[in-house]
């Protein structure tokens, strides 16, 4: 079955810098698709940054970039120039399933600092 | 509105009691999810409509949690017989079939507490 790791629970970082958020993976599956997701206190799940598979290049999305190592199965998050308001819970998701559905993994909790 | 709309927000009950938790989602988005999220975890996958019918289920604890979406757009999600364990973030997601990566767009979640 599909595992998600997150090893850390907390990060702090000061504004204006570059952050790495981690995340493993476990899967038998040869294609699958991996996300990030940011929950502010809010709690609404906001849609980051998407790599598939069999993607060569890494993922990047304005200040975010996908760091996609498939023979460690890892798949980091970096969110480079932080702001305050990057301060939310950082979810790692994979899919399962056809990609129909989600395993998310616990989240590391991201305080960016003035 | 634009995004998944749930409600309600909070739901306070009482342990036995049947509870209701309605998602509106974004129009025209054919796939509807629901997801639970305990304290400190991350959500956990429950059920997948694709229109009308149910696709995967796989993920409902128990015969206490149903879910329905008629007529292919608004769904509900039907706790029978709460029980204490039932307290979480009841998330509900949708995407469109064109959407390349699976993209899902979550909303602000319905807090359960069963006291």
């Known amino acids: 079955a599909q595992k998600i790791t997150q090893t850390q629970p907390g990060m702090f970082v000061q504004e204006k810098e570059a952050v790495t958020l981690d995340c493993t993976y476990d899967t038998s599956d040869q294609s699958y698709g991996l996300f990030w997701y940011k929950q502010p206190s809010s709690g609404e799940m906001i849609f980051l940054i998407y790599q598939g598979s069999y993607d060569e290049q890494n993922a990047t999305e304005g200040r975010y970039s996908l760091n996609f190592q498939k023979a460690r199965k890892s798949a980091n998050l970096v969110i480079s120039a932080s702001q305050l308001g990057d301060s939310a819970m950082y979810f790692c998701?994979?899919?399962?399933?056809?990609?129909?559905?989600?395993?998310f993994g616990t989240g590391t909790r991201l305080l960016v600092s003035p | 509105g634009a995004g998944v709309s749930q409600t309600p927000s909070n739901k306070v009950t009482e342990k036995g009691k049947y509870v209701e938790l309605r998602c509106d989602p974004i129009?025209?988005?054919?796939?509807l999810y629901w997801y639970r999220q305990s304290l400190g975890q991350g959500p956990e996958f429950l059920i997948y409509?694709?229109?009308?019918?149910?696709?995967?289920d796989s993920g409902l604890p128990n015969d206490r949690f149903f879910a329905v979406r008629p007529e292919g757009s608004v769904s509900t999600l039907k706790i029978q017989r709460t029980e204490r364990g039932d307290s979480a973030v009841y998330l509900c997601a949708s995407s469109s079939d064109r959407a390349v990566t699976g993209e899902l767009f979550f909303g602000e979640g319905s807090r359960l507490t069963v006291l």
């Open positions: 409509f694709q229109g009308t019918g149910a696709a995967d």
């Open positions: 998701a994979m899919t399962q399933a056809g990609f129909q559905k989600l395993v």
């Open positions: 129009s025209g988005h054919t796939a």
